[in-house]
């Protein structure tokens, strides 16, 4: 008889590993699956920055669809793909559509932190702690991304094309801003994102997004803020 495999003791000899990862993932609310212009106009939508869109892993936001049947999502998942989206999973969704949407093999993404707080609602809480700032005074180059979990997130220096700057809090910027400015990523819409010198391929606020194509070319290069107002982000010189 064979001897079966020891047990891995250590990572280096397991196979495999499995950890935690932080990722940035963009979400694509549905308001109406069934309307006859959906994938033309998104369509429309992604071509304004295809280098950004393509191959980029969505969650589609459901929680528009409380009031209405679920479409067959294999197909309307298969549509994203041709467009070039790769959709991994739902979130705010009905038992009904989570139900489809398992069955087209994607995940389920819990609400976000909006909803965890209205769980606790009513329970005793301590205390918040003061939010905590992240300063970096070194440039942030192509392909690192910069996180400031728990406030604001300040950079003094130039923002490379292809880095990326993620802030629970707003975003300030001293140099360049190029690249990609996540700010508000707990979903507080009332983060701000500053910058002396505009020049970002996407900006984003409360999880509501802005390519390079979509801003006014008399801004860039110049200083701004950002705010997000009524589900639509605003560019306010400085």
Known sequence: MTPRPAAATDAASAPFQIRGVSLTLLALKIADPRAPSFFARLAETLALAPGFYHKAPIILDLSALAAVAPVDMAGFCANLRELGLVPVGIQGATAAWEEASTVAGLAVFPAGRAAEAQSVR????????????????????????????????????????????????????????????????????????????????????GGFYMVSEQMDPALIGKPVQISLVEERLVFDPL
């Open 122 to 205: 009513g329970r005793a809480k301590p205390q918040p702690n003061p939010p905590k700032s992240r300063l970096v005074a070194e440039p942030v180059r192509s392909g690192q991304q910069v996180y400031a979990a728990d406030g604001d997130l300040i950079v003094t220096a130039a923002v490379s094309r292809g880095a990326e700057l993620l802030a629970e809090g707003n975003i300030h910027v001293y140099g360049p801003l190029r690249g990609r400015a996540l700010a508000g990523l707990g979903g507080d819409r009332t983060a701000r994102i500053f910058c002396r010198h505009l020049d970002a391929d996407l900006v984003s606020i």
